[in-house]
DNA sequence: CTTTCATTTCAAGTTCACTTGAAATATCAA
DNA sequence: TTGATATTTCAAGTGAACTTGAAATGAAAG
């Protein structure tokens, strides 16, 4: 993941609507949730949250299927892994401290 | 961290002159790096940067401290640690994919 | 074919982040 | 004190993101 893309993933991801919509969509498991679910779960009209679902489909951190009259959302871990790979190695590499303070440990 | 913290660190750093600075500060090590060659370095006017590094300051993200009449801004990788960390293990725990890709493993 | 449901799209309005350039503050030197 | 350097602050302007509500699209059912 370069600059542009991380820069994308990180404005898609800083907006309350939207980020309750990745909490929603993790706690629903890989089944995903229908459009007006969501907007039911996030307290958002069926036009907001086609709004930031567009925003989120864009930065491709939730893919969608049609099942009959609904669309599913579904939440893609890759991208957000993505980002998390970008912050730690790439924008932010360099400091062990980084790794010591959130529980993890470098595998190679 | 919680979700208004998450926000506000990930408002802070969706921005291209912010993540310029971040950029910047990671390289400049330890010593930090005074207002005006961060400006220099992005590219942006002395009002410009200044901006930014007051939105990054307020976010937790640079630290800063006078010298002389220089004022040297430095990164604060607790922060960032802090935001990978929500990301990782809050807001989107769960899935396994999320810890494979990016080349680390969980310690405990 | 018409109706109903689920969702998106569109246009208009509002808000907020950001830019710009000038003025203010702080520190040091002469 | 005067002047120079480093940075911030302020006020005004601009544009993009977001909200709102109505209309359009797509799919199923009667």
Redesign the interface.
């Known amino acids: 993941m370069k600059?542009p893309e991380?820069?994308a993933t990180?404005?898609a991801?800083?907006?309350?609507a939207r980020?309750a919509t990745?909490?929603v969509l993790?706690s629903a498991g890989p089944g995903g949730l229908a459009a007006g679910a969501i907007a039911r779960d996030i307290g958002a009209s069926p036009s907001q949250a086609s709004f930031h679902l567009a925003a989120l489909s864009e930065a491709g951190l939730v893919t969608s299927t049609r099942h009959a009259r609904e669309i599913r959302y579904r939440?893609a871990?890759?991208r957000?892994?993505?980002?998390?790979?970008y912050?730690?190695?790439d924008?932010?590499?360099?400091?062990p401290?980084?790794?010591?303070?959130?529980?993890?440990?470098?595998?190679?």
């Open positions: 600059d991380a820069l990180l404005s991801l800083a907006n309350p980020l990745i909490r993790v939440i871990y890759q957000i892994g993505a980002l998390i790979d912050l730690m190695n924008c932010c590499a360099g400091d401290a980084l790794r010591a303070c959130c529980g993890i440990d470098l595998r190679g």
